[in-house]
């Protein structure tokens, strides 16, 4: 399992936290932390209870239980005040003020007494920070949802928060927008020091930007871990249906003279992939993709292939086929095979097989906050 | 046609003429209703957001009992205004009964229900996530109070203009509790309506042109400050 741990101390803590409404219970966590520098994914189904627990964490609900932020309990309404006023917030829809962009930058400032010089200063430099400088003058009533939502960000990120929370910041934009969003927040985060807290039911998008993963389900923390391991070894069923059957690899893309694309694994392994720019990146392998010899397969006459020698680990079934999973050192890699294939394959647990990848079937996602060495899985 | 014709020069020469007393009353219509306008508002605004924003028992009732009120008839308010005013009433002491003050809270009771009622409305309209977003941002109490109010300018102003348009067109109300003592208690509506009770139709065309002109000029003011900001659709 892994070693990881989180980066730093705990901004906000959560120990035995519930926000109960009308008698029945909506979210309920044993223990949560948010640890500074860090970006942490709430991640889950709609409705499990996600952004409950956010606004239960930032001071935005009242919650039973123990509520720690930099150590000191939250318990009175002016703690959740003071929680709210060291913290930020951006939610799916970017709520600008009826001001100009730059009055909505300020806003958050303005509430914490900034003025002067110091204001026009702090605002200029987040409305830099997001691109938007260009757009200072304009009123809301003007503005793009994509540019909308980088207001709200530049807003939040103005007051210099100790946590910023985000929930479902990208739900509302369409895929391009998001895209270019979701890299440039990449980007700033990876140089502030500032604590995410970041909600989202997109799988994409926790892999794109977490450090950390906690995955809620009805109420209630199912798994939580470094990135890859929670998607890598689901710890519960509903975890694994949630992710799908794809395997995630994490590494760093090496482009060579010839421009072989290679991705170097945190345990030193390689997978040879179709394209890629060089950088940390994540490979996903469909297991629809994985091919299974007994034997190690000619690659004479055949695309470039990954082939891995494995053992098998087990099987569970998989609507009218069968999911195998083996181990290649210490990553698992996955296969789907018919149930005439794994017949004719006799495969049995423990049984030394050979996985085999086309380099074109490997899809990489950039990643901009490469893993920390300490999360390598050294299982 | 004769009368009507003469009412309007003689209305003419009251305006133009420089005719001092249509000039008080006039003023004195409008300090009536500023005033009740100026009290709901600061009465009005809170209490609708109040009740906007927070949940309580019979706050349903509440809500109703408002939007009763935005619809009650002025001489009604004037009458439960007069019964109490009046010397022998509860509030009898206060000697308030045919005066000026009698009369803005007589109107106050017709404007209060108006503002509440609508900025109520206007609130409730507003996303929830607003107030989320406000909070967020770390604002307390008031300062979150006066950005949700900020958000809903347009139909407060909306609000504003309906109370004012409401009270300054009024005449059953200060009719019984200010008594249209010339000189003293006389306004634009109560005004037209004795002129009239009188046969002075010169004078009742004179006052209703004072009235429309100073109706319409607030509210062209009012209408401005409501719309700055907003950007024009082409």
């Known amino acids: ?379 | 046609m004769h009368f009507i014709l003469q009412g309007f020069w003689e209305s003419l020469r009251l305006l133009f003429g420089g005719d001092s007393s249509t000039y008080e009353i006039a003023l004195r219509s409008l300090y009536v209703s500023a005033a009740a306008l100026g009290v709901s508002l600061v009465i009005g605004v809170p209490l609708g957001s109040a009740i906007a924003l927070t949940t309580f028992p019979g706050r349903r009732f509440i809500v109703a009992v408002i939007n009763t009120g935005m619809g009650v008839p002025p001489v009604v308010v004037g009458l439960i205004v007069a019964l109490f005013l009046w010397r022998t009433g509860p509030l009898g002491g206060l000697h308030l009964m045919y005066t000026v003050q009698a009369m803005i809270i007589a109107q106050v009771f017709i404007a209060l229900p108006i503002v509440a009622g609508l900025s109520l409305a206007a609130l409730q309209q507003l996303d929830p996530g607003f107030r989320l977003q406000i909070m967020a941002l770390g604002a307390g109490r008031w300062r979150s109070f006066w950005l949700l109010i900020r958000e809903i300018r347009v139909p407060l102003m909306a609000a504003v203009m309906a109370a004012f348009g409401g009270v300054i067109s009024e005449v059953g109300a200060v009719l019984m509790v200010g008594g249209n003592i010339i000189g003293q208690t006389e306004v634009l509506t109560t005004g037209i309506v004795t002129n009239v009770s009188m046969g002075l139709f010169a004078s009742a065309v004179a006052l209703a042109v004072v009235l429309m002109i100073l109706s319409f000029t607030t509210n062209y003011a009012m209408t401005l400050i409501q719309q700055a900001g907003l950007k024009q659709k082409s």
Request: hydrophobic share 45%.
């Open chain 1, 1 to 379: 399992m892994s070693a990881g741990v989180t980066a730093g101390p705990a901004i906000i803590e959560a120990r035995d936290l519930s926000v109960v409404r009308g008698g029945k219970t909506l979210v309920h966590v044993d223990r949560f932390a948010l640890a500074q520098g860090e970006i942490h994914v709430l991640l889950g189904p709609n409705g499990a209870g996600k952004t409950t627990l956010m606004r239960a964490l930032n001071g935005l609900e009242k919650a039973d239980g123990e509520l720690l932020f930099e150590g000191r309990p939250v318990r009175s309404g002016g703690d959740r005040l003071r929680l709210r006023r060291s913290t930020s917030a951006v939610f799916q829809q970017a709520y600008l003020l009826a001001t100009t962009v730059r009055g909505n930058v300020e806003s958050g400032l303005r509430i914490r007494g900034v003025r002067g010089d110091e204001l026009r200063r702090r605002s200029d430099e987040a409305l830099d920070m997001l691109g938007i400088a260009h757009l200072a003058e304009r009123r809301r009533s003007g503005l793009s949802g994509g540019e909308a939502q980088r207001v709200s960000i530049a807003r939040a990120l103005a007051v210099d928060p100790a946590a910023v929370f985000l929930d479902e910041p990208m739900a509302s934009l369409d895929p391009p927008t998001r895209r270019q969003l979701l890299a440039d927040l990449e980007a700033i985060f990876r140089r502030l020091s500032t604590a995410v807290l970041w909600v989202t039911h997109d799988t994409e998008e926790a892999l794109a930007v977490a450090r950390r993963v906690t995955f809620l389900a009805d109420g209630v923390v199912v798994q939580e871990g470094a990135t890859a391991d929670v998607f890598n070894n689901p710890a519960a069923q509903v975890v694994a249906d949630y992710l799908g059957l794809d395997v995630w690899l994490e590494g760093t893309v090496r482009v060579d003279e010839a421009g072989a694309v290679r991705l170097l694994l945190l345990d030193g392994a390689e997978l040879v992939c179709g394209e890629g720019e060089p950088g940390p990146a994540i490979a996903c392998i469909h297991p629809d993709d994985v091919m299974v010899f007994l034997a190690r397969p000619e690659a004479a006459g055949t695309s470039l292939r990954n082939v891995f020698e494995a053992s098998v680990r087990g099987f569970r079934p998989a609507g009218r086929s069968r999911l195998v999973s083996m181990d290649w050192g210490s990553h698992r890699i996955d296969a789907l095979l018919t149930r005439a294939a794994c017949e004719e394959l006799d495969l049995r647990p423990g049984q030394t097989v050979y996985a085999a990848v086309k380099a074109s079937a490997i899809q990489l996602l950039p990643k901009g906050r490469a893993a920390e060495p300490e999360q390598a899985r050294t299982s």
